[in-house]
């Protein structure tokens, strides 16, 4: 992935997401097949306990899986748009201070743009980790994507 093409992915993700500006998510690392993004700490986020809360979290992940799809798919994007079919989240330990997820994608890109080329509707998962800044892992994510092919 080009500099140029990470600085677009990123700048249009948080373009294009107005929530991702909300909670002020921001990227760490964005590079193939895997995506960094921060959540900082914001009480104005918090939950009950004084972490952040789980919806900011579920949010955090899914942007950081959204920004490698994009990533990975862009040059896809003017015959097919990506989408989520569903989603899983784990909450492991409780996260305090600001917390990073991590995006990796499941499957390769040759096999779903062939996939794709066929006529079919690929799925691929993209593995989540959340873990606070001293590397705890405080959950996991997996969300499956789509990529269905424009009319």
Same mark, same amino acid.
């Given at each position: 992935?080009?500099?140029?093409?990470?600085?677009?992915?990123?700048?249009?993700?948080?373009?294009?997401?107005?929530?991702?500006?909300?909670?002020?998510?921001?990227?760490?690392?964005?590079?193939?097949?895997?995506?960094?993004?921060?959540?900082?700490?914001?009480?104005?986020?918090?939950?009950?306990? #004084?972490?952040?809360? %789980?919806? +900011?979290?579920?949010?955090? @992940?899914?942007?950081?899986?959204? !920004?490698?799809?994009? *990533?990975?798919?862009?040059?896809?994007?003017?015959?097919?748009?990506?989408?989520?079919?569903?989603?899983?989240?784990?909450?492991?330990?409780?996260?305090? #201070?600001?917390?990073? %997820?991590? +995006?990796?994608?499941?499957? @390769?890109?040759?096999?779903?743009? !062939?996939?794709?080329? *066929?006529?079919?509707?690929?799925?691929?998962?993209?593995?989540?980790?959340?873990?606070?800044?001293?590397?705890?892992?405080?959950?996991?994510?997996?969300?499956?994507?789509?990529?269905?092919?424009?009319?």
């Amino acid at each position: 992935m080009t500099l140029d093409n990470a600085e677009t992915v990123k700048s249009g993700l948080l373009a294009s997401v107005p929530f991702t500006r909300t909670l002020g998510l921001e990227f760490v690392d964005l590079d193939e097949g895997r995506a960094v993004m921060r959540l900082p700490d914001d009480a104005d986020h918090h939950n009950h306990v #004084g972490g952040p809360h %789980a919806g +900011a979290m579920f949010t955090l @992940a899914e942007s950081a899986s959204g !920004a490698i799809v994009l *990533a990975s798919f862009g040059d896809q994007l003017d015959r097919a748009v990506p989408l989520v079919l569903r989603a899983e989240i784990h909450y492991r330990r409780l996260a305090m #201070g600001p917390v990073l %997820a991590e +995006a990796r994608l499941g499957r @390769a890109k040759e096999e779903v743009v !062939a996939e794709l080329d *066929a006529g079919t509707r690929p799925e691929l998962p993209v593995e989540i980790e959340l873990r606070t800044e001293d590397g705890t892992v405080t959950g996991t994510m997996t969300v499956v994507w789509t990529l269905r092919a424009n009319a």
